[in-house]
């Protein structure tokens, strides 16, 4: 066994309540049957964290000595409870992605630690209430885990990069000469189209490479600093080194510094330095299949939103650093960044119809479109939601992989994947031309459906989950690095779940089994979080930037008459500060939800008016089942408890130019924003908003928990406790009528807070080096993973494939 895997054992074991627990229950029989004869007595088959919690808070007041036992810490570590009348299976999460599970036979008191497999056995039986299937398949990825370095400390997690940096670089420039040879082969193999840059045939080993740093350096030191490359050249080729050293003769300089520190003794800075500045990153594929992709009205459909904003953003981002690295280190090259999506024939005044549409802002990027094909080869014509996707996928890599190679001339340097279908192509794309994968989930449905998994059967068909989890599972695992935007998405809080944690173990029962999914200490994940444009999103207190022109429009959403299928209510006091939310009408987005918190909340409704952008206020007007129950439960809110002088409701889509100006004439009035989705991944207009300088309340579930810094920039909202959110926001203007600093101090907080954190340029530049980082390391060690994706074909081929092709296209 290796010693990494050891090491790994050694810390699953220590700090484990389960010992201690076990010999409660023995010893404490009766306070224990107390309390599980009284989580029985509730008669639902599963609870979860906050059922558990509630329950805990209930038994204590009851039985005070409860409080301080090991019993009441394990309730409170519990993250999931499995009960049928006599047994009790109990999902421990001790911190975070560290899992235990213990059963508990009712009758004799017993308690025992169970494996995941058995503990997910016992909860697909609790589910289905049929027998167990032995030949189940189970997936496990762990026995691949066993070579490869992972973190240790949570807080490590999502910094992958650095600690490979650290770690290897260590191991290998200790291996004596190892690593040194390595980082030559690594530097003498790139080329662009037919031009060979950094080194030539004439450094054979390590040995002739110092020797040719020093001799390149010496006459480099007397020239005068801005001397450009060209003049350089003449002298550095026949020692062996081609353009991507610099651009001029002090850049060249530094960067053979670099080399020659790292040669001497490497340090992980220097390394992430140096390989930060190798021209590997010519051109980008994006992939985001799913379509409907375009550059205005990208919000046509109910399930295109933030991730096209998203993209639009980073790739202009992108194109700006892999320009100024290019032209930095003195290659003249075009950068190219190519957005892969689906055509749709039928386009309804979109450009979702062109092959072809450049993207504005960006020198050379563009929107590659190529249509999803049926099994016979014809094109399909309508929009279909991301949900039923899955049978055009396979098809649609191949022939974006053709369309991409001729648009390109050559295979791209980097794939990027989109949500679960962007990620499963980028996922075949990547490993049919050899080229590294990043994926960006944006969403995992997953977590944001309660037991999407468990009873995956019931939602099959509008959602077929089956598919998508199947597909998440692969492509996390093919990745060779993956994108978060936040911390909590991939391992959660003390108290929550992460998204990527959630794929370490669940069941689908009749499907498969997965006891190991994903491992979120793995060092492929990486944090960087977007950002919003400042060239929209800028703080309202910038007067000569702000957009006057639309100051009439916007008055008019605002306040004028309502506009059949346009808009619903009028405010009556337009002197009251108004409270903003602007979301895609999905149930998850929680808008109706918001409506109704303020429908009851009489002292609220006193205090401010409520603006809200989303959807349609016709119902016809939408195409989406769940957007429609929506709209129609908004109307009836309104109607219900007379909203119409309190709440202006827009049923519009904002381009982004008017959302920009729209959330800072929120703030002229001394507004605020409200966030109060049930779950959100991430969260742009919550970033949007604080940019502007919008005080802001926001879902304590999901991203907005980890933008907003609770008191200081902004504050989060239980959306399943409306009453407090609603009671929060009131103690927010009630403290603003008194002093009116109180206003302006969070809104300073708040756009001092994005400034910090979250912003395209810090992006773009971590991107830029990760990319290069991994791709090192990919190439000198053995991080290309060969039985893992072994594996992963068969079980895409035995599981994904016929999964998607049962469903009717
Ligand atoms: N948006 C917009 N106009 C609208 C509604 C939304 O431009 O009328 C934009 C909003 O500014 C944000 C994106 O749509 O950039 C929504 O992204 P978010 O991450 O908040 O949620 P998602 O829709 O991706 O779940
Ligand atoms: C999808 C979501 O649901 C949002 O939470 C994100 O902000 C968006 O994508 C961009 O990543």
């Known amino acids: 066994m290796s010693e990494i895997f050891l090491e790994q054992r050694q810390e699953q074991s220590t700090g484990s309540l389960v010992p201690e627990l076990i010999a409660f229950v023995r010893e404490q029989r009766n306070l224990t049957h107390r309390v599980f004869h009284w989580l029985i007595g509730l008669q639902r088959p599963f609870l979860l964290h906050s059922d558990v919690a509630d329950a805990l808070a209930h038994l204590c007041r009851d039985d005070p000595e409860l409080g301080p036992t090991v019993l009441a810490r394990a309730l409170e570590q519990c993250q999931e409870v499995t009960l049928t009348p006599s047994w009790i299976y109990l999902a421990l999460r001790r911190r975070v992605a560290r899992w235990e599970f213990v059963r508990l036979h009712i009758e004799t008191m017993d308690a025992q630690p169970v494996s995941v497999a058995e503990y997910l056995a016992f909860k697909e039986r609790t589910a289905t209430g049929g027998p167990e299937d032995p030949w189940g398949l189970e997936i496990d990825m762990s026995p691949f885990y066993r070579d490869q370095f992972k973190l240790r400390e949570e807080g490590s997690i999502g910094r992958g990069v650095e600690f490979l940096n650290r770690r290897l670089s260590s191991r290998l420039f200790e291996e004596l000469g190892k690593g040194d040879r390595r980082l030559l082969n690594f530097l003498r193999m790139h080329s662009h189209r037919g031009q060979v840059l950094m080194l030539n045939d004439t450094i054979t080993d390590v040995a002739g490479l110092r020797n040719a740093l020093r001799q390149a350096l010496l006459p480099l030191r007397r020239r005068a600093a801005s001397t450009p490359y060209e003049e350089l050249a003449p002298d550095l080729r026949p020692l062996g080194f081609e353009p991507g050293w610099g651009c001029d003769a002090a850049r060249v300089r530094n960067t ?47 399930d295109t939103g933030g991730q096209v904003v998203y993209i639009l953003d980073q790739v202009r981002a992108l194109e700006r650093e892999m320009r100024a690295r290019l032209a930095e280190q003195g290659i003249d090259i075009d950068p190219e960044v190519i957005v892969i999506t689906r055509l749709i024939p039928e386009s309804e005044g979109t450009t979702s119809d062109q092959r072809i549409e450049p993207i504005a802002g960006t020198q050379n990027a563009r929107i590659l479109r190529v249509p999803f094909r ?22 649609f890599a191949l022939d974006a992989e053709t369309e991409l190679l001729a648009e390109l001339g050559d295979r791209p340097d980097l794939i990027i994947g989109n949500y679960s279908d962007g990620n499963l192509v980028a996922s075949l794309m990547s490993r049919r031309l050899g080229v590294s994968q990043c994926n960006i989930a944006h969403a995992l449905e997953k977590t944001k459906y309660l037991f999407s998994d468990l009873y995956w059967r019931d939602n099959e068909d509008r959602y077929h989950f089956s598919c998508q989890f199947t597909a998440d599972l692969i492509a996390m695992n093919t990745a060779d690095f993956i994108i978060t935007s936040t911390y909590q998405e991939i391992a959660g809080t003390d108290e929550s779940l992460g998204q990527y944690e959630s794929y370490m173990n669940f069941t689908m029962p009749g499907l498969y089994r997965v006891v190991a999914g994903v491992d979120v200490y793995d060092p492929k994940f990486n944090i960087v979080s977007p950002g919003a444009d400042e060239e929209i999103y800028f703080p309202f207190t910038e007067t000569e930037r702000r957009l006057a022109h639309l100051h009439g429009e916007i008055e008019q959403l605002i306040f004028g008459e309502p506009v059949p299928g346009q808009s619903r209510g009028q405010l009556q006091d337009r002197d009251k500060p108004l409270l903003f939310s602007m979301a895609r009408l999905d149930r998850i987005k929680n808008i109706g939800g918001l409506v109704d918190w303020y429908a009851r909340a009489p002292e609220l409704r006193n205090r401010v008016n409520l603006v809200v952008v989303a959807g349609h206020v016709d119902g016809n007007a939408s195409g989406d089942d769940e957007e429609r129950e929506q709209i129609d439960y908004i109307h009836y809110l ?64 999901g991203g907005p928990s980890e933008i907003i810094e609770h008191g200081l920039s902004g504050f989060h909202i239980d959306p399943n406790h409306g009453d407090q959110a609603a009671a929060l926001i009131l103690e927010f203007f009630d403290a ?34 990760l990319s290069r980082v991994y791709g090192f390391w990919k190439y000198v060690t053995d991080l290309e993973r060969a ?22 296209g």
């Open 787 to 808: 039985e893992t994706s072994r594996y992963l074909e068969m079980f895409y081929t035995l599981k994904l494939r016929p999964l998607a092709k049962a469903i009717q």
């Open 736 to 769: 603003c009528s008194q002093n009116p600093a109180h206003w302006q101090t969070f809104s300073t907080a708040a756009m001092a807070r994005v400034q910090e954190r979250y912003t395209w340029r810090r992006y773009a530049e971590r991107m830029m080096t």
């Open 638 to 701: 309104m109607n219900t408890h007379g909203l119409d002088g309190q709440v202006r409701w827009l049923g519009v889509h904002l381009d982004k130019f008017l959302a920009g100006e729209f959330y800072r004439c929120i703030a002229d009035h001394q507004g605020a924003f409200v966030q109060p989705a049930l779950f959100e991944a991430f969260g742009l207009t919550v970033v949007e908003a604080m940019s502007c300088g919008l005080p802001t309340f926001a879902t304590c579930y």
């Open 256 to 302: 053979m510094g670099l080399l020659l520190d790292i040669l001497e003794a490497p340090s992980p800075q220097t390394i992430e330095e140096f390989l930060g500045r190798i021209p590997m990153i010519f051109s980008i594929a994006i992939l985001s299949p799913h379509g409907w992709f375009g550059q205005s009205n990208v919000l046509g459909r109910p």
């Open 374 to 395: 049926n099994e016979n080869g014809d094109i399909l014509p309508h929009w279909i939601s991301r949900f039923h996707i899955w049978p055009y996928l396979e098809r």
